[in-house]
């Protein structure tokens, strides 16, 4: 294992921030249930009332049409974000490794993402979500989810962790010692509420940096930034449980931070657009 590590690792969703559409949701809509019922069990999930993943079930069993139909369907009609693949590239040439966590089905992403970014990217950009059970030829399926235990059945912040330890890296080192590499920037992308655990898991992640850290780092940057994706559900949810995050529209969006931090060393603090810290600020700023 290198010693040496990438300047940043960005984590990001798939459904809704990578493509343009929501696979899943597209699939319950124009195969499944229909977007009305759909609508009512998001409303039950935002409002705790029924969880992510009994939810997400009971709209994957709506959906009577076998799975490489299904497959088929979504490569006809998803779009890709329109500057992913420049994003991509742009990874690609500072070693920043791009894993998606994913709250849908591997197959589906892999699929998608041969088609819309290419082979080399299947290879290149490590996939954790959940798998499927296909039987009868692709008749009858069903959605297997990585962490069945969890109320999202796929619980993202597990992953996180999980990938981070794999590699050699922990929220409490953040120094170059006894061989371990030190913590690199870390930047998630998402949209909804499945990437909530995501959110407070790089808020502690970083917190558990700034603590163990030998400076105070109170008053200087941060180690990670959420890229919350305007006019979604995570917006909605960072603002209610004041997690830190910056707003975007599109990748394009993304690179630009994202160069202006690896490329100019502008400090990702610079682009948190909410936060008790910045509250205090502001605050200050309006009694003076």
């Not at 953040?174 to 590499?181: A, I, M």
């Not at 994706?229 to 975007?248: H, M, P, Q, W, Y």
Request: aromatic share 10%; hydrophobic share 35%; with cysteine.
């Amino acid at each position: 294992m290198s010693t040496t590590p990438p300047p940043a690792i960005f984590f990001t969703d798939w459904d809704g921030t990578v493509t343009l559409e929501d696979s899943n949701d597209y699939l319950t809509d124009n195969l499944g249930m229909g977007y009305p019922k759909r609508k009512i069990i998001n409303d039950k999930i935002l409002e705790g009332s029924l969880s992510f993943r009994d939810g997400f079930r009971e709209m994957l069993e709506s959906i009577p049409t076998p799975f490489n139909e299904c497959i088929e369907y979504l490569l006809k009609n998803v779009k890709l974000d329109p500057g992913f693949k420049e994003f991509y590239n742009y990874c690609e040439a500072r070693k920043i490794p791009i894993i998606v966590v994913s709250s849908g089905m591997t197959p589906i992403i892999s699929a998608l993402l041969t088609k819309l970014v290419g082979e080399e990217a299947v290879s290149k950009i490590q996939i954790l979500s959940n798998d499927v059970r296909v039987d009868d030829n692709g008749k009858n399926w069903e959605i297997i989810f990585k962490h069945p235990d969890s109320h999202f059945g796929h619980d993202k912040s597990k992953s996180i962790t999980e990938y981070l330890e794999a590699h050699g890296f922990s929220a409490a080192q953040n120094q170059d010692l006894d061989g371990l590499p030190s913590m690199p920037k870390l930047f998630y992308a998402g949209d909804g509420i499945s990437d909530a655990s995501s959110a407070e898991k790089l808020e502690e992640i970083s917190k558990s940096l700034e603590k163990n850290d030998n400076n105070d780092k109170s008053d200087e940057d941060t180690d990670s930034l959420l890229f919350a994706k305007s006019g979604r559900d995570l917006i909605k949810f960072c603002v209610r449980e004041n997690v830190a995050f910056t707003e975007f529209n599109d990748f394009k969006d993304i690179l630009s931070k994202l160069k202006s931090i690896v490329d100019d060393g502008v400090p990702v603090k610079n682009f948190v657009e909410n936060s008790k810290v910045k509250a205090n600020e502001e605050v200050k700023e309006t009694t003076k």
